[in-house]
């Protein structure tokens, strides 16, 4: 499976970005997706997960109510849809492939996309 996500940029904070995943190769091997982020200086983290199949979702505490994860299985698509973005957004944001279950450690997943940088100025 590869993926390819795309969408960050530079944004003000209280402003909104979405960001794509393309999968691409053997998605019907994959179980969910994920968004994962790390930010300079410090580990990666969660930021939240879809079952492929199923569509239900997870989210971190510092995502619910202002990220928004869903998916388009037609076009292999997972997105992030972050509104009242904040300074403490900014990171490179992943998307993740796993195949074997509903995790939120990116140990986990078996397939990662790039990066994407999202900066949210003050």
């Known amino acids: 499976v590869q993926l390819q996500a795309y969408g960050g940029g530079l944004v003000q904070a209280g402003g909104s970005l979405r960001l794509s995943c393309a999968a691409s190769?053997?998605?019907?091997?994959?179980?969910?997706l994920g968004w994962f982020r790390r930010a300079p200086g410090k580990e990666r983290e969660f930021v939240a997960l879809?079952?492929?199949?199923?569509?239900?979702?997870y989210y971190a505490d510092s995502a619910k109510g202002r990220f928004t994860i869903s998916r388009d299985n037609a076009k292999n698509m997972v997105y992030l849809q972050m509104n009242s973005l904040k300074p403490e957004d900014t990171a490179v944001y992943y998307c993740?492939?796993?195949?074997?279950?509903?995790?939120?450690?990116?140990?986990?997943?078996?397939?990662w996309g790039q990066g994407t940088q999202v900066t949210v100025s003050s």
């Open positions: 879809i079952g492929w199949s199923a569509g239900n979702t």
């Open positions: 993740a492939a796993d195949r074997r279950g509903w995790s939120t450690s990116g140990s986990q997943y078996d397939f």
């Open positions: 190769g053997r998605t019907s091997s994959v179980y969910n």
